[in-house]
């Protein structure tokens, strides 16, 4: 299977090149399971969801039993919105194959859709025909005791959520992690498009209309804003460079630097933006932080930014002379896009945090706070671009249409801001990151394994324990706004580096 190996890694990388190749396959062999599998999962990839399912569904003629190709047609429906769709396709799967993953997508669009005991019964089912081993174990645990709070049975919630917190006691970065990860692959649908980024920019500039508190670049979004794009590049305003974005690509695949605009405004699916060339330096580079925020509610909204975060530095010393724009490693700041640059030192001592090519929040923070810089101030316009970013998803009205579905339906949502710090020392909104990566670098994962703890402690707080006086054990029975409020303050209790957004 080595070649299949290598198509994926395409895919993974190169996501344009392994849709073309796959095509060239899957036209010449018009039979085979492997080419239409591998074609949909690049759809997938690049989030082209309606073209994904009919290349999973084309799958499932030639292999009726496909077990990823089944659920994959009900995953591309879940991301699509067609949760009854979803839930039926899941069905049909697990009627065929009776496989634990179909009947844990089953309990959750059951809860989505608001039948609250059949989503208890198939996470019961799902636990009771899981081996102990099983990966399954937790999402069905978490599931579970959402699922019974929301049918008023909070007292066996907390007895599940015991055992989940058992679990995680033993292994908190496993068990967080893969909670996370599931929990964002399988958010409210609607997060889907934020990762499109000419969505992403068109909803900036409309919001900037109506609240010009966000701080970004210029962005223009071709075709369609071609016109706007010539008209400002021939303005006072025009920089002297232009970063070009491919709509859908992601780990710096495909961007550029450059000051002629001319083959940029000849392309139909890119993004063009203002190139900030006054970056706040780090000995020389130019780096860019990864910020997070998380959604834990959505009626009522409730939000908050992570005080910690991710610097990463390219691995060339900057030089802002248009003549050079063309080095994407002195301008682009993706780690990824750099790997085997020698000029990129991943530090493997996490406690380390302030040398390399990745850094900390705090350690950026303590360097500018040394060059004459209030950290808390910088801090405090990251907070307020965090804020920005959560008012104009509440204002497309994506948390009003998730609040349709019972309160515990779905998961804290983790996710990510990339943020361009300039020499005057405010922040930039760059990028949104939907679902931001887990795993990296030491420095990485022990920042990210304090902050996923965080997130664990902060959704999974029993209600009682045993010194819960009895006529309080009786109200939270009885009331589901008393429980909705005492889970707001164990959220605080619990949230450790987190800070509450002001919406």
């Given at each position: 299977?080595?070649?299949?190996?290598?198509?994926?890694d395409?895919?993974?990388?190169?996501?344009?090149?392994?849709q073309?190749?796959?095509?060239?396959?899957?036209?010449?062999?018009?039979?085979?399971?492997?080419?239409?599998?591998?074609?949909?999962?690049?759809?997938?990839r690049?989030?082209?969801?309606?073209?994904?399912?009919i290349?999973?569904?084309?799958?499932?003629?030639?292999?009726?039993?496909?077990?990823?190709a089944?659920?994959?047609?009900?995953?591309?429906?879940?991301?699509?919105?067609?949760?009854?769709?979803?839930l039926?396709?899941?069905r049909h799967a697990f009627?065929?194959?009776?496989?634990a993953?179909?009947l844990?997508?089953?309990?959750?669009?059951?809860?989505r859709?608001?039948?609250?005991?059949?989503?208890v019964?198939?996470?019961?089912?799902?636990?009771?025909?899981?081996?102990?081993t099983?990966?399954?174990?937790?999402?069905?645990?978490?599931?579970?005791?959402?699922?019974?709070?929301?049918?008023g049975?909070?007292?066996?919630?907390?007895?599940?959520?015991?055992?989940?917190?058992?679990?995680?006691?033993?292994?908190?970065?496993?068990?967080?992690?893969?909670?996370?990860?599931?929990?964002?692959?399988?958010?409210?649908?609607?997060w889907?498009p934020?990762?499109?980024k000419?969505?992403?920019?068109?909803?900036?500039?409309?919001?900037?209309?109506?609240?010009?508190?966000?701080?970004?670049?210029?962005s223009?979004?071709?075709?369609?804003?071609?016109?706007?794009?010539?008209a400002?590049?021939?303005?006072?305003?025009?920089?002297?460079?232009?970063?070009?974005k491919?709509?859908?690509?992601?780990g710096?695949?495909?961007?550029?630097?450059?000051?002629?605009?001319?083959?940029?405004?000849?392309?139909?699916?890119?993004?063009?933006?203002?190139?900030?060339?006054r970056?706040?330096?780090?000995?020389?580079?130019?780096?860019?932080?990864?910020?997070?925020?998380l959604?834990?509610?959505?009626?009522?909204?409730?939000a908050y930014?992570?005080?910690?975060?991710?610097?990463?530095?390219?691995?060339?010393?900057?030089d802002?002379?248009?003549?050079?724009?063309?080095?994407v490693?002195?301008?682009v700041?993706n780690?990824?896009?750099?790997?085997?640059?020698?000029?990129?030192?991943?530090?493997q001592?996490?406690?380390?945090?302030?040398?390399?090519?990745?850094?900390?929040?705090?350690?950026?923070l303590?360097?500018?706070?040394a060059d004459?810089?209030?950290?808390?101030?910088?801090?405090?316009e990251?907070?307020a671009?965090?804020?920005?970013?959560?008012?104009?998803?509440?204002?497309?009205g994506?948390?009003?249409?998730?609040?349709a579905?019972?309160p515990?339906?779905?998961?804290?949502?983790l996710f990510?801001?990339?943020?361009?710090?300039?020499?005057?020392?405010?922040?930039?909104?760059?990028?949104?990151?939907?679902?931001?990566?887990a795993?990296?670098?030491?420095?990485?994962?022990?920042?990210?394994?304090?902050?996923?703890?965080?997130?664990?402690?902060?959704?999974?707080?029993?209600?009682?324990?045993?010194?819960?006086?009895p006529?309080?054990?009786?109200?939270?029975?009885?009331?589901?706004?008393?429980?909705?409020?005492?889970?707001?303050?164990?959220?605080?209790?619990?949230?450790?580096k987190?800070?509450?957004?002001?919406?």
């Open positions: 299977m080595p070649l299949v190996d290598d198509i994926k395409l895919i993974e990388h190169e996501t344009s090149e392994a073309q190749l796959l095509r060239i396959v899957a036209d010449a062999m018009p039979r085979s399971v492997e080419a239409h599998l591998l074609l949909a999962a690049s759809h997938l690049r989030l082209e969801l309606a073209q994904a399912l290349y999973y569904r084309e799958t499932v003629e030639l292999d009726p039993k496909n077990d990823e089944l659920r994959s047609v009900g995953f591309c429906l879940l991301a699509m919105g067609d949760y009854e769709g979803a039926a396709a899941f009627q065929l194959l009776s496989g993953g179909s844990r997508f089953i309990a959750l669009l059951c809860h859709l608001g039948r609250v005991e059949e989503a019964q198939a996470y019961e089912r799902l636990l009771a025909n899981c081996q102990p099983s990966g399954e174990i937790p999402f069905a645990l978490q599931g579970l005791a959402a699922a019974l709070r929301d049918a049975r909070p007292i066996v919630a907390d007895h599940y959520l015991r055992d989940l917190i058992e679990r995680f006691s033993r292994d908190k970065i496993g068990v967080s992690s893969k909670l996370i990860a599931r929990n964002n692959s399988d958010d409210f649908h609607e889907s934020y990762a499109d000419s969505r992403l920019a068109a909803s900036f500039n409309a919001r900037r209309a109506v609240d010009p508190a966000g701080r970004f670049p210029e223009f979004v071709l075709p369609q804003d071609r016109a706007a794009l010539e400002f590049a021939q303005g006072p305003d025009a920089p002297a460079l232009y970063i070009v491919p709509i859908r690509a992601s710096g695949q495909g961007i550029s630097v450059t000051a002629d605009l001319r083959p940029a405004l000849a392309r139909d699916d890119v993004v063009v933006q203002r190139y900030l060339d970056p706040y330096l780090i000995e020389g580079h130019k780096g860019h932080c990864r910020i997070y925020g959604i834990t509610s959505a009626d009522p909204l409730r930014v992570y005080s910690e975060g991710i610097v990463r530095i390219a691995p060339e010393p900057y802002p002379d248009p003549a050079k724009a063309g080095g490693s002195m301008h700041t780690t990824a896009l750099h790997l085997g640059h020698p000029g990129l030192q991943i530090g001592d996490a406690s380390q945090d302030d040398t390399g090519s990745i850094r900390s929040l705090s350690a950026l303590r360097r500018m706070a004459g810089f209030d950290p808390a101030q910088v801090f405090g990251i907070k671009l965090m804020e920005w970013l959560v008012r104009m998803v509440a204002a497309e994506l948390f009003a249409r998730q609040a579905s019972p515990r339906a779905y998961p804290p949502k990510g801001l990339d943020v361009l710090i300039d020499q005057d020392g405010h922040p930039w909104l760059i990028e949104m990151q939907r679902t931001p990566a795993r990296g670098a030491p420095l990485v994962e022990k920042i990210n394994a304090e902050m996923y703890a965080s997130v664990f402690r902060m959704a999974h707080a029993p209600l009682f324990d045993d010194n819960t006086p006529e309080l054990m009786a109200a939270l029975r009885a009331d589901d706004t008393l429980r909705r409020r005492r889970e707001a303050e164990l959220e605080v209790l619990n949230r450790g987190f800070v509450p957004l002001a919406l």
